[in-house]
């Protein structure tokens, strides 16, 4: 077998990336096997005789979704470039960004869960209209009233019509005045249903709720300054579905927790397909939390918040 020399290197790699031969044509050529050949164009990549360029400014983001995916373990990251003069808010067109990906993916699901938030809603704003077979549509954790469109039985509803399909609403509040009533509730005949249903979904769209007076769970009522002190001691830093979290995905042990309708972050975590939707500087850390404590296993967000993530590692 011949033996191969640097310049043979270096002729190989031209063979190749510049005349489009085979790895089978320039085994031939140099009289060696095509594995030889194909160790050889690895080495030469390795080494620095060859640099791949892709010319296109859009690569990135790619690059800073392939970071996303291995220092976090998600399935999948989506990261825009949000445009200042498009003429559409930064929440709209993550919203479009949201949509697209789950027009994407939707047939490969069966049960659709369904959270809240001014996110989510962009999101259900820009789904296309389909007829998706064998799909069910269910509300993850109960409701806060009508605020902004952004209530989880109105975004469940919205889809539902979209998609064509029928839809569990979860007929309860999201948060309840004492342990005591949460329990009765979950007694309800159609509130076990909704929930029994919710805990075989296998894709879930959610949110990340913030803790503070920003947040739509403070505008609703429900998260009180009492609450919200015991929960900033507690290292609270987000929701999920109303499941308060600290930054290292822990839950949030306080009374708080003992008082939510919904699924449980235990319950979400065990989800198949988790899609967060989220951006800005003040959801860093509730994203921060929620990706550490594996309750999302896709996050689609803006190339800003992203980098902010990145530097947290």
């Not at 959270?115 to 007829?131: C, D, F, M, P």
Request: proline share 1%.
């Amino acid at each position: 077998m011949r033996k191969i020399s640097e310049r043979d290197i270096l002729k190989i790699c031209y063979l190749y990336y510049n005349e489009e031969k085979t790895q089978e044509e320039i085994s031939s050529l140099f009289g060696v096997t095509r594995f030889k050949i194909s160790r050889i164009l690895k080495e030469a990549r390795k080494n620095g005789h060859v640099s791949i360029i892709i010319n296109n400014p859009m690569i990135d983001l790619t690059k800073t979704e392939v970071k996303l995916e291995k220092n976090f373990g998600l399935k999948e990251s989506v990261v825009i470039r949000i445009n200042e003069f498009s003429g559409k808010s930064a929440l709209e067109q993550i919203g479009e960004a949201g949509a697209q990906y789950v027009n994407r993916i939707i047939e490969q699901n069966e049960v659709m869960g369904v959270a809240w938030g001014r996110t989510l809603r962009q999101v259900v704003n820009h789904v296309k209209e389909i007829e998706v077979e064998n799909l069910t549509i269910v509300q993850l954790s109960g409701g806060m009233g009508t605020i902004e469109g952004t209530d989880a039985n109105m975004l469940t509803m919205m889809l539902s019509q979209k998609l064509g399909r029928r839809a569990f609403l979860l007929q309860a509040p999201a948060v309840v005045r004492d342990r005591q009533t949460r329990d009765t509730l979950l007694k309800e005949r159609k509130i076990i249903e909704t929930l029994t249903i919710a805990r075989t979904a296998d894709l879930a769209l959610l949110g990340i709720g913030l803790i503070n007076r920003n947040g739509l769970l403070w505008k609703a009522g429900l998260l009180e300054t009492g609450d919200y002190n015991i929960l900033k001691e507690a290292g609270a830093v987000g929701a999920i579905c109303g499941r308060c979290y600290d930054i290292n995905g822990k839950p949030s042990l306080t009374d708080w927790n003992n008082r939510v309708i919904g699924l449980t972050l235990d319950e979400l975590r065990k989800i198949e397909h988790k899609v967060g939707i989220a951006i800005g500087q003040e959801k860093v850390d509730g994203i921060l939390g929620a990706l550490r404590g594996k309750f999302l296993n896709v996050l689609i967000t803006d190339e800003n918040t992203a980098k902010r993530l990145l530097r947290q590692l």
